[in-house]
């Protein structure tokens, strides 16, 4: 069983930045798909952006130009900066982890199946 746990979480005003990190219990992030996901209060959970093991990312437009995720598979951690933050980006932030080939099907991006996750960090955005 892999073990996520991110960490970074924080209340920001409006326009501020956070960087969160996420941190494996083994060598997962080698060759895992990886990704970030956030649910709001009342809201369904949204995808957030994921990363390949070759660096290849993926972006939901709201967060796109504003959010860089990344990876460091020998430290195995991932990363999410987040820059001119608003209040909507305020939720509960997700780490997950997928084989690339999981399930039946490969791919890596916010519509893929996860199979491990982490129990979140919390960002607030004030204004």
């Known amino acids: 069983q892999v073990q996520l746990v991110e960490s970074g979480g924080d209340s920001v005003q409006a326009g501020g930045s956070l960087t969160l990190s996420c941190t494996a219990s083994?060598?997962?992030?080698?060759?895992?798909?990886l990704g970030w996901f956030r649910q709001a209060p009342e809201k369904e959970r949204e995808g957030v952006a994921t990363?390949?093991?070759?660096?290849?990312?993926n972006y939901a437009d709201s967060v796109k130009g504003r959010f860089t995720i990344s990876r460091d598979n020998a430290k195995n951690t991932l990363s999410l900066q987040m820059n001119s933050l608003s209040p909507e980006d305020t939720a509960l932030y997700y780490c997950?982890?997928?084989?690339?080939?999981?399930?039946?099907?490969?791919?890596?991006?916010?519509?893929?199946?996860?199979?491990?996750w982490g129990r979140g960090t919390q960002v607030t955005v004030s204004s």
């Open positions: 990363i390949e093991s070759d660096d290849t990312t």
């Open positions: 083994g060598n997962t992030y080698r060759h895992y798909c």
């Open positions: 997950a982890a997928k084989e690339y080939c999981s399930g039946g099907s490969c791919g890596c991006s916010t519509r893929s199946i996860f199979n491990y």
